[in-house]
């Protein structure tokens, strides 16, 4: 049984810092692309970023390019979003995501090609 667990979200002051991670099990995390995605109320689940299934690749949506690092320890199945410089906009539900490395790419917008997610850590930016 696959399982995908979030940690890490809160409560921040625009200008802070948070980093969330998230762990897998009962997959070969090395066989997959992992992702961020995030979502608020009424909106589409858009993607923040995406990192290759060996680490070498990474990618970010432009709003926060600069501001964000995706990385990825395979030794312990886990990916970590560190999130600097946050803007009230980036408030929302983060979910992590998980796609095989052999049919999608790094940073696959479309939802229904990330096979397996977790349950979402909310992160609240205050101005």
């Known amino acids: 049984q696959v399982k995908v667990v979030e940690s890490g979200g809160g409560l921040v002051q625009a200008g802070g810092s948070l980093r969330v991670s998230c762990t897998t099990s009962g997959l070969t995390f090395a066989d997959y692309h992992m992702a961020w995605f995030r979502q608020i109320p009424g909106k589409d689940r858009e993607i923040v970023s995406g990192i290759n299934y060996s680490g070498s690749s990474t990618r970010y949506a432009d709003s926060v390019k600069g501001r964000f690092t995706i990385s990825r320890d395979n030794a312990k199945n886990t990916v970590t979003l560190q999130m600097n410089d946050l803007k009230p906009e980036d408030t929302a539900m983060y979910y992590c995501?998980?796609?095989?490395?052999?049919?999608?790419?790094?940073?696959?917008?479309?939802?229904?090609?990330?096979?397996?997610w977790g349950q979402g850590t909310q992160v609240t930016v205050s101005s």
């Open positions: 995501a998980v796609g095989p490395a052999a049919r999608l790419g790094t940073c696959t917008r479309s939802v229904t090609s990330w096979s397996y």
